[in-house]
């Protein structure tokens, strides 16, 4: 079935450490995403990407790190300069350019830092 | 950067009940998503509906891009509606989608 895969769906790490989740899709999509999701609040932007080998800053983008090798994949670094990294991680993917088409997303990764 | 509101925050129906969910925003787009959260945190596609109206079952949804706002309603409301509504609109032209804070829906058997 097309669509987009995240994993892990839950994972707990100590502080210090670098957390890589990772987001495939299968849907032909150019342009892939990544949201932070915090309790009781809405989405909100860290990177995203157009094209393979591109990808633009959103608006909480401090202490994270992404790369776009290939068309299908998109993992995200959440690296320990980044203050607050408790939150649900939520990957995304559209056809076309950025912001015109149908926005779909994976099932989330939880993220815990103890 | 374009602003997003959506009322009511909460909203607590009895089942059967209908409801209507507002999204405002301050500029112009060219797109709008209307997404359902599950209790799972799953995001479950509703509707894309950048102008005029669509209806998918129960539910049904009205962009009126010129005065910039759109409508989600509900009819018959069961309890598997319950759970966090966003819209979405583009910041500007072709840029990531901007969500609304959403609008918690519990709905009570």
């Known amino acids: 079935d097309g669509g987009i895969t995240q994993s892990p769906k839950y994972l707990f790490r100590k502080e210090g450490q670098n957390v890589t989740l990772s987001c495939e899709q299968n849907l032909n999509h150019d342009a892939m995403y990544w949201y932070r999701q915090d309790p009781g609040q809405g989405l909100r932007l860290i990177y995203y990407?157009?094209?393979?080998?591109?990808?633009q800053k959103g608006d909480i983008a401090e202490g994270y790190s992404v790369s776009r090798e290939k068309k299908e994949s998109f993992p995200l670094t959440v690296t320990s300069a980044q203050k607050n990294p408790t939150a649900f991680y939520l990957c995304?993917?559209?056809?076309?350019?950025?912001?015109?088409?149908?926005?779909?997303f994976g099932e989330g990764s939880r993220l815990t830092v103890l | 950067g374009i602003q997003v509101e959506q009322s009511p925050p909460d909203l607590i129906l009895q089942e059967g009940a209908n409801s209507t969910l507002r999204c405002n925003f301050s500029?112009?787009?060219?797109?709008l998503q209307w997404f359902h959260q599950n209790p799972w945190g799953q995001l479950i596609n509703l509707f894309y509906?950048?102008?005029g109206t669509k209806q998918n079952g129960r539910l049904s949804a009205t962009t009126v891009a010129t005065e910039r706002y759109s409508l989600l309603y509900i009819s018959s409301s069961q309890t598997t509606d319950s759970g966090v509504y966003f819209c979405?609109?583009?910041?500007?032209?072709?840029?990531?989608?901007?969500f609304g804070k959403g609008t918690r829906l519990s709905v009570i058997a």
């Open positions: 995304a993917s559209s056809g076309g350019q950025a912001g015109t088409g149908e926005l779909f």
């Open positions: 990407s157009q094209i393979v080998n591109d990808f």
């Open positions: 509906i950048p102008s």
């Open positions: 500029d112009s787009v060219n797109n």
């Open positions: 979405a609109v583009p910041n500007s032209g072709n840029t990531p989608l901007v």
